[in-house]
């Protein structure tokens, strides 16, 4: 009893920490800072920040959302991050994940919330998160499933294939770039870690969730055209998610 509640209550621990360092691959990795790991700074003056005003969640609670040296602001974007990493390990806990299988999850999953978010901001999937996903989910098949390696690895290829091939269709038929090199590599991972067979539907569900997300962004009172640029790399992401967590609850 005690190994089993461990097991699934490190992620939940772990997750507000994950989510603040991804936050910092949200803020920097499209600005190709140079110290990609150094010194958390306020945005704002520039105050480099105490080990006591990093720990997630209750130091923005505790400074009220402000910084301790201008009194600025603090994005509650910081604070967003945390709170869904936390959602992330919570989500995959409730499949019934343990082990090696429950950390993989949680690091896919907080893998896709940093690369959605950057590409819902920059229309960039950084080779510096895609590339390792891809490794990952076929290192995690190695280890856990090694039955199901070679379906991952054709599922990874099928991926980056298949949308390379739409992508040159859609240039030839509309003289314009559609789909870019990072959401193919995102949907290879997608193939390293759901398989073969899951992919056209988690295509699909992606679809879905785009079309949702434009439509509300309409809603909202966004302009959208036939020729207005949508990120599709937030949809994949989540589309993947939902697949995975699909998978393993069902076993």
């Excluded at 090694?146 to 038929?173: H, K, N, Q, S, T």
């Excluded at 997608?190 to 509300?216: D, E, K, N």
């Amino acid at each position: 009893m005690w190994v089993t509640m461990t097991s699934w209550w490190l992620p939940l621990l772990a997750a507000p920490f994950a989510g603040s360092l991804l936050f910092v691959l949200v803020r920097r990795l499209p600005r190709e800072v140079p110290d990609l790991w150094g010194r958390s700074r306020c945005e704002t003056c520039g105050h480099a920040l105490a080990p006591w005003e990093l720990v997630p969640i209750a130091s923005f609670a505790i400074q009220r959302g402000r910084c301790r040296a201008c009194g600025s602001l603090i994005s509650p974007d910081h604070l967003a991050a945390e709170f869904l990493a936390v959602l992330i390990a919570a989500a995959v806990a409730a499949t019934g994940a343990d082990g090696m299988q429950l950390w993989a999850g949680c690091a896919l999953g907080w893998t896709l919330l940093a690369l959605g978010w950057i590409d819902s901001e920059h229309f960039l999937l950084p080779d510096a998160l895609t590339l390792p996903l891809i490794v990952a989910g076929l290192t995690e098949a190695w280890w856990d499933v090694p039955e199901a390696l070679a379906d991952r690895a054709i599922g990874a290829i099928a991926g980056y294939v298949v949308f390379r091939l739409l992508a040159w269709g859609y240039r030839w038929v509309r003289k314009r770039e559609g789909l870019g090199h990072g959401d193919a590599k995102l949907l290879a991972a997608s193939g390293a870690w759901l398989g073969t067979l899951p992919l056209p539907t988690t295509v699909l569900l992606a679809a879905l969730i785009g079309l949702r997300l434009a439509l509300l962004a309409r809603v909202r009172g966004a302009t959208l055209s036939a020729a207005t640029a949508l990120p599709f790399g937030p949809s994949l992401a989540i589309a993947t998610f939902a697949m995975w967590l699909l998978r393993t609850w069902l076993g």
